[in-house]
């Protein structure tokens, strides 16, 4: 399994960024998809989850703000990102759980200055 993540880069607070991760190796239809992000100097949290029947859902400081959304055919899940803030300066991850282990992208760095 590997998960390719992309996307990320430095915006100004109140701008916008879309997060791209290509499922490689699973059965991307059954899967269900996660973004976390790794604040500097905190620990990992989770963001956004979509599952396999795209139902979706969100920590509740990324409400309205954030959408998760994935393209079965394409195998790829992505994090649209709005009204960015610079409290959402992190390290954003996709994560799936394939036969009880979990699975991590590389990591995309996304920064936000105010």
């Known amino acids: 399994v590997q998960l390719q993540a992309s996307g990320g880069g430095s915006v100004q607070a109140g701008g916008s960024l879309r997060l791209s991760c290509k499922a490689v190796?699973?059965?991307?239809?059954?899967?269900?998809m996660g973004w976390y992000r790794q604040p500097p100097g905190k620990e990992r949290e989770l963001v956004a989850r979509?599952?396999?029947?795209?139902?979706?859902n969100y920590v509740d400081v990324v409400k309205g703000r954030f959408i998760v959304s994935r393209d079965v055919a394409r195998r790829m899940v992505y994090l649209q990102m709005n009204s960015l803030k610079p409290e959402d300066t992190a390290i954003y991850y996709c994560?799936?759980?394939?036969?009880?282990?979990?699975?991590w992208g590389q990591g995309t760095q996304v920064t936000v200055s105010s």
């Open positions: 979509i599952t396999d029947g795209g139902s979706t």
């Open positions: 994560h799936t759980v394939r036969g009880g282990r979990s699975f």
């Open positions: 190796g699973i059965n991307f239809r059954i899967a269900d």
